[in-house]
C-alpha cells in the first residue's frame, strides 16, 4: 500500500503546477486520496480531498477557484492543478487518504480501522 507524489518545483508568482500521487495496494475508487501541504515553521494544512466512489471535491477556503483536483481511475492517479500560485502556497505538499469535516474542510485520516497512507512530499517553491 503506497502513495507516490510528484511534479513539484520552482515556480513564479502567477504561475501553475500540476501535481500527481499514483496510488498502489488499494484503488482511489474506495478509498477517498487528497492532497496537504506544510510550509516552514507551520503545521500540516489539508489543501483537497476527492471522495471514493463519487469523487466529490473538497477545498480548503485558501484555494477555491485557483486549485483542482481529479483523478484518472485507470491509472489510479491523483492530480492537483494549482494555478494562480502566490508565495503563500510555498510548502512540501503530500498526498494522502483523507476524510472531510462537516463544513467540507478536507482533512487527514487518523485512528484504528482507516487506511492510513502517505505520500512522501514534493516541494513546491513560489518565487519571482
Known amino acids: 500500500v503506497q502513495l507516490q507524489a510528484s511534479g513539484g518545483g520552482l515556480v513564479q508568482p502567477g504561475g501553475s503546477l500540476r501535481l500527481s500521487c499514483v496510488a498502489s495496494g488499494f484503488s482511489v475508487e474506495n478509498f477517498a486520496v487528497g492532497w496537504f501541504r506544510q510550509a516552514p515553521g507551520k503545521e500540516r494544512e489539508g489543501v483537497s480531498c476527492?471522495?471514493?466512489?463519487?469523487?466529490?471535491?473538497y477545498y480548503a477556503d485558501f484555494v477555491k477557484g485557483r486549485f483542482a483536483i481529479s483523478r484518472d481511475t485507470a491509472k489510479n492517479t491523483i492530480f492537483l492543478q494549482m494555478n494562480g500560485l502566490e508565495p503563500e502556497d510555498t510548502a512540501v505538499y503530500y498526498c494522502g487518504t483523507c476524510t472531510y469535516s462537516s463544513d467540507g474542510a478536507p482533512t487527514a485520516v487518523a485512528g484504528d480501522g482507516y487506511l492510513v497512507v502517505w505520500g512522501q512530499g514534493t516541494l513546491v517553491t513560489v518565487s519571482s
Open positions: 476527492m471522495s471514493a466512489s463519487l469523487g466529490t471535491q
